[in-house]
């Protein structure tokens, strides 16, 4: 028999991992990326700590590997092992913005498709984001579903 403070602690993170496989039943395409995406590597660079664990979180759930950074200087400091599949990317980042990132010479952004994330989305911003050679652009808060849709349309088709 579980002790109820056990049970108490399980249940929510079983409800939430229900959650996670509800919503990823929901999106059409997660299905075709489900056998070659053990080992496709997404990399958040965000500054919000509980929103990167979040990520983390779901795109293990989505059976994704990942890696996060906080800042975009951690990341370009970061000994990358492999180039990433796909890089989810806040705009708005606190040492510098994800647009200034994406700039950047050492990220190859023709290779890497970028999912932006903002909490405020205007005209100029995403015309940028998108010239960029972002695939996507996500509102925050965004439901696990709308990342999820927007990570898997834009890796490249196997």
């Known amino acids: 028999m579980i002790a109820r403070s056990t049970r108490a602690r399980i249940e929510p993170r079983l409800t939430l991992l229900a959650i996670f496989h509800k919503a990823l039943d929901a999106i ?3 299905k075709h990326h489900m056998t070659e995406q053990h080992n496709t590597l997404i ?3 965000d500054g919000n700590f509980l929103l990167r ?7 293990t759930a989505a059976e994704y590997t990942t890696e996060s950074f906080a800042t975009a200087d ?3 400091a970061a000994a990358v092992t492999r180039e990433p599949a796909c890089l989810v990317l806040d705009i708005e980042l606190k040492d ?5 990132l994406a700039r950047h010479p050492t990220l190859l952004t023709p290779r890497c498709p970028i999912v932006f ?3 405020t989305i205007n005209e100029s911003v995403q015309r940028e984001a998108f010239e960029l050679g972002g695939k996507a652009l996500v509102r925050r808060p965004f439901k696990a579903a709308d990342i999820l849709s927007a990570i898997a349309s834009a890796l490249p088709p196997r």
């Open 28 to 30: 059409p395409s997660y």
């Open 43 to 45: 990399t958040i660079v």
């Open 53 to 59: 664990r979040y990520l983390v979180r779901l795109l």
């Open 74 to 76: 951690e990341f370009l």
């Open 96 to 100: 510098s913005t994800g647009v200034l």
């Open 117 to 119: 994330t903002s909490g």
